[in-house]
């Protein structure tokens, strides 16, 4: 059974920094994308970054762009979403996904391609 633990969310000031981990258990990352969504309040779930195992190629929405990172560490089976200068309007629940895909396609970044998600941390960033 695969399962995606996401953790690292708290409440943090405007400017501040989190680092949110994903770690999977009944897979391993070899040949997944690994992607973090967010749904604010009374919005719908929007991609954020998500990586691809493959190559190591990455995708990030223009909104943080230049603030956030994602990273993968294989040998702990975890992704890790690395938020600098965090905003109000960052503030979300942030959830981890992870589908397979081939050494030849481009990252996903579509919510639909994702097969198995974990459940949300939150993420509360204060004016």
């Known amino acids: 059974e695969v399962q995606l633990q996401a953790s690292g969310g708290g409440l943090v000031q405007a400017g501040g920094s989190l680092r949110l981990s994903c770690t999977a258990s009944g897979i391993t990352f070899d040949d997944y994308a690994i992607g973090w969504f967010r749904q604010a309040p009374g919005k719908e779930r929007e991609v954020v970054s998500c990586?691809?195992?493959?190559?190591?190629?990455?995708y990030s929405a223009d909104s943080v762009n230049g603030r956030f990172t994602i990273s993968l560490d294989f040998a702990k089976d975890t992704v890790y979403l690395q938020m600098n200068s965090l905003k109000p309007e960052d503030t979300a629940v942030y959830y981890c996904?992870?589908?397979?895909?081939?050494?030849?396609?481009?990252?996903?970044?579509?919510?639909?391609?994702?097969?198995?998600w974990g459940q949300g941390t939150q993420v509360t960033v204060s004016s």
């Open positions: 990586i691809a195992s493959t190559d190591g190629s990455t």
């Open positions: 996904a992870a589908t397979i895909i081939s050494s030849s396609w481009s990252v996903p970044s579509q919510q639909y391609q994702y097969d198995y």
